[in-house]
Structure formats: C-alpha cells, structure tokens
C-alpha cells in the first residue's frame, strides 16, 4: 500500500462521490483509478461496458432491468 498525493480540490470530490456510493474515500479514489486505467486500455468501452467486463469477471450476477 502506498500513499498519494492528490489536490485538495479533488479530495472533496472524492469525499463527497464517496458519500453518495456508499464506500470509503480510499475505496471512491480506488474504483475512480481502477476505471480510468482501464477506460485509458480500452478507450472504444463506455463506462457502462466497463463495469460490466469488471462484474463478468468477477462471477457477478447481473440483474438487468426492462426498458421502460
């Protein structure tokens, strides 16, 4: 585990994504760099198809919901 240095500016943001998803700040700052490096592996994926690769390989079941 290492330590990095963020401006304070997006530390809020941070802190405040964090608030709202129902993880710790370390966890948002996480998920935010995990997304990014693979957004910036894969730039043709939307965020929406980048979430599901990370649960398909996770084994999570996904429920989809109907077209209203």
Do not use: T
Request: aromatic share 4%; hydrophobic share 55%.
């Amino acid at each position: 585990m290492g330590i990095v240095k963020v401006d304070d500016a997006l530390h809020e943001e941070v802190r405040r994504a964090s608030a709202v998803m129902c993880r710790s700040i370390n966890a948002q700052a996480e998920f935010w760099m995990k997304i990014g490096m693979l957004a910036e592996a894969n730039p043709a994926l939307s965020f929406n198809e980048i979430v599901r690769m990370q649960l398909a390989a996770a084994d999570a079941a996904l429920v989809e919901r109907a077209a209203a």
